[in-house]
């Protein structure tokens, strides 16, 4: 799976939200590419190696030909088996829990899925040691399981991240209506759905099931024919490949204690800050640390350890354009507007009104996104045309020539890709049944989205799933997100004034899910070509995965939803995205008409930034274009606020001296560190939210004012 920080950066067109920002290969395993990211994509920016340094790693991960020939590849039965599942359920669960609070704070999540692997391999690695410590036979844990294992993992805790749990799902709750203004036109009276998790379980299960079976007939055309890298998928395969080697498995011994000892600092950090947080903006959160003036406008470091861990998988170029984006708007904008109430808006307005100055906060933040979206959209649409062209018109000569200096290694791989065959019948028929539910079940559940808005996009489906899918296997950059935005814009006008902003939202969600997994599950082929595993066994795994994300998701967010204040733009949970999609939603039935006074000319220069800066970053001679700022990075922090950016550039600063004193060490070491960082701290947000359900609360309030 491509990797949601995010992890990726992602680029996700037509206004990438950032809750979908997913930073996605990290330093280990493309460490000469530290600060030379590939561009943003993404609930949603994904960050990979380029296209050819994956295509270079695609051989190495079988260069042993000889010693790997005598290994026996288990029929795709025995690549699931019951152990894989439950500890794929384990994992899912962490990763729900911990994409969960990510998305419902910053919406800036990235990516979990070396750490999955990582966790996979010492999971199945110690149950079956033990097991031989106790005299108990066990079936050998092999590759093949691994990665099965893994798909399964990742296939749930995506959906706790590209479900819409922060974003179009939350954005129809009537906080965020209210947040929208419940005068502003187009925001009309009712439409809205409070978060429930029988509609919302029914809702993921009618609509993630079908992107498996869009592509599934052209899984060998996009693979094996067209040869295409999938970078994210390749660096996966490297990964679960090199754990199954005498040196990988020595190495992934140091990186599970680096692991295991900051997840466990991590967890009791946590732990320690929740008894100073007993009242309002109390706690180590809320440390001035450059002073009063500096923490009013969210200038501080804030002690949040899943932040510094995010900030040690993101590039550098990622993180001090967080930092850049938080100075331009909390340091130098948003003062300076902020002057101008009473002349640009109602002096009495709420701040959190769109009317008042919240408005140029989220639509100046959509500008940027919607820039920086739609000039990807249409460059990954460019080079898919062109090298679809390209590839049509040396077809013919190429044939011979390939059959020829194809190696043994790549023939082993294709053969055993095409050896356990999935029936078409089985993609076509499930294909039309599920899209027989979809269309009976979403409107029964929207009243405001019609049937024939999901015949639509179920019959765009496979023309727009194939266009991403190829697209991401040359770039690495799945444009699901945007083509969900796209989605939004165009059902949100054809519905109209009445029912734009509901259908809007939900259409955003259907045609996402639709074209982002078929894109997934391309990623997740790969990697299972790469390390000799059934398709059979992957598409298996990718199912499982999503059943239990479907289920795992909803309980995650309802305890939350439930334990935490939630959407509240000045507390901890602002979960900024639900106010954003539901703005566009208002854009595409009101037009321009919805922003307030001045904010369309700011929106126009930002916009016009968004694509300057990335026509420099693919034009610029690449000395220079590497210090060009990455817009969807920027906009992160024009609502979330800058100390999370702070965060950010402090992992940043580690990984920074960490090479400096011993690279290859940080190399290895770096990628399970930081993911033990996000994990303790998240994973302690679970007996946190229960203890608040439980009404137990910290015992002490430390806060800060000014001095007499």
Same mark, same amino acid.
């Given at each position: ?23 996605? $290969? ?15 994509? &993404? ?13 270079? &790693? ?6 042993? *030909? ?29 990763? /729900? ?30 149950? #079956?040691? *033990? ?83 869009? !592509? !599934? ?97 993101? /590039? ?45 906060? *989220? ?74 539910? &979809? ?48 989605? !939004? ?25 639709? $074209? ?39 309980? #995650? ?8 204040? $939630? ?19 208002? !854009? ?53 606020? *800058?100390?999370? &950016? ?10 920074? $001296? ?30 946190? /939210? ?17 001095? /007499?």
């Amino acid at each position: 799976m491509p990797i949601q920080m995010s992890s990726q950066l992602q680029i996700h067109p037509a206004a990438a939200a950032v809750s979908e920002l997913k930073l996605l $290969v990290p330093r280990a395993v493309a460490a000469g590419a530290m600060d030379h990211p590939a561009p943003l994509a &993404a609930h949603e920016i994904e960050k990979t190696p380029s296209a050819e340094r994956a295509a270079d &790693a695609e051989s190495e991960p079988m260069s042993a *030909a000889a010693r790997r020939e005598a290994e026996r590849i288990p029929p795709w039965r025995e690549q699931i088996t019951a152990r894989g599942m439950v500890a794929a359920l384990f994992i899912g669960f962490v990763y /729900s829990v911990i994409v969960m609070k990510l998305n419902l704070t910053t919406g800036l999540v990235p990516t979990m899925n070396v750490s999955a692997a990582l966790l996979a391999f010492l999971a199945l690695r110690g149950w #079956t040691r *033990a097991l031989e410590r106790l005299g108990i036979a066990s079936r050998p844990f092999t590759r093949q399981e691994n990665t099965v294992i893994q798909t399964c993992a990742v296939a749930c805790y995506t959906i706790a991240n590209g479900g819409g749990f922060g974003s179009f799902l939350l954005g129809l709750n009537k906080r965020t209506y209210e947040l929208s203004g419940v005068n502003t036109p187009g925001n009309v009276p009712g439409s809205y759905k409070e978060p429930g998790i029988g509609w919302m379980t029914g809702f993921l299960l009618s609509v993630s099931f079908v992107g498996l079976l869009t !592509l !599934l007939p052209l899984r060998k055309v996009l693979v094996i024919d067209y040869k295409l890298t999938y970078p994210s998928g390749t660096a996966t395969a490297v990964l679960i490949n090199g754990f199954h080697t005498p040196q990988g498995d020595k190495n992934a011994k140091k990186q599970v204690r680096g692991f295991l000892k900051y997840f466990g600092i991590s967890f009791l950090w946590s732990f320690f800050q929740w008894f100073y947080t007993g009242g309002d903006a109390c706690g180590f959160l809320q440390f001035p640390t450059f002073g009063l003036k500096a923490w009013k406008q969210t200038f501080f470091f804030d002690f949040s350890v899943t932040y510094v861990g995010a900030g040690m998988i993101c /590039s550098h170029l990622v993180n001090l354009s967080l930092l850049f984006g938080a100075i331009l708007s909390w340091g130098v904008m948003w003062p300076l507007i902020s002057k101008q109430k009473g002349n640009w808006y109602p002096a009495k307005a709420s701040e959190s009104s769109m009317t008042s100055m919240y408005g140029y906060k *989220a639509f100046l933040c959509i500008a940027l996104l919607m820039g920086d979206g739609l000039y990807n959209f249409v460059k990954v649409i460019v080079v898919t045309v062109k090298n679809l062209r390209e590839r049509s018109n040396r077809r013919t000569q190429n044939k011979v020539a390939d059959a020829d200096t194809m190696s043994l290694d790549d023939m082993r791989r294709d053969e055993v890709f095409s050896r356990d065959n999935i029936p078409a019948w089985l993609a076509y028929t499930g294909y039309a049944v599920l899209s027989v539910m &979809a269309v009976i079940i979403i409107p029964h559940m929207f009243r405001q989205v019609k049937w024939y808005y999901v015949v639509v996009a179920y019959l765009l489906a496979p023309a727009l799933g194939f266009c991403n899918a190829y697209g991401t296997g040359l770039t690495d950059m799945n444009m699901g997100y945007n083509y969900g935005k796209m989605g !939004l814009f165009v059902i949100a006008a054809w519905a109209g004034k009445d029912d734009g902003v509901v259908a809007g939202m939900v259409g955003c969600g259907l045609v996402k899910q639709l $074209v982002l997994i078929s894109a997934d599950l391309m990623h997740d082929f790969k990697t299972g070509h790469l390390t000799l595993t059934s398709p059979r066994s992957m598409l298996v795994g990718q199912a499982v995965g999503t059943l239990m994300g479907c289920v795992v998701a909803p309980l #995650t967010f309802y305890l939350f939803y439930k334990a935490f204040d $939630v959407g509240n733009p000045d507390g901890y949970w602002k979960a900024p995205y639900a106010l954003i999609y539901r703005n566009m939603a208002i !854009l595409g039935v009101e037009g321009f008409s919805a922003l307030p006074e001045h904010c369309l000319q700011l929106c126009a220069g930002f916009f016009a930034f968004a694509v300057a800066a990335n026509v420099a970053r693919d034009f610029l001679p690449r000395p220079y274009a590497r210090f060009v700022p990455l817009p969807m990075a920027m906009a992160v922090p024009f609502l979330v606020g *800058a100390s999370f &950016a702070i965060d950010m550039c402090v992992g940043s600063l580690v990984v920074f $001296v960490w090479h400096k004193l011993d690279s290859k060490k940080a190399a290895l070491l770096i990628p399970a560190v930081a993911s033990g960082l996000i994990c303790g701290d998240g994973i302690w947000t679970f007996p946190s /939210s229960l203890l608040a359900l439980a009404k137990v609360k910290p015992p002490i309030c430390m806060k800060f004012t000014p001095g /007499s």
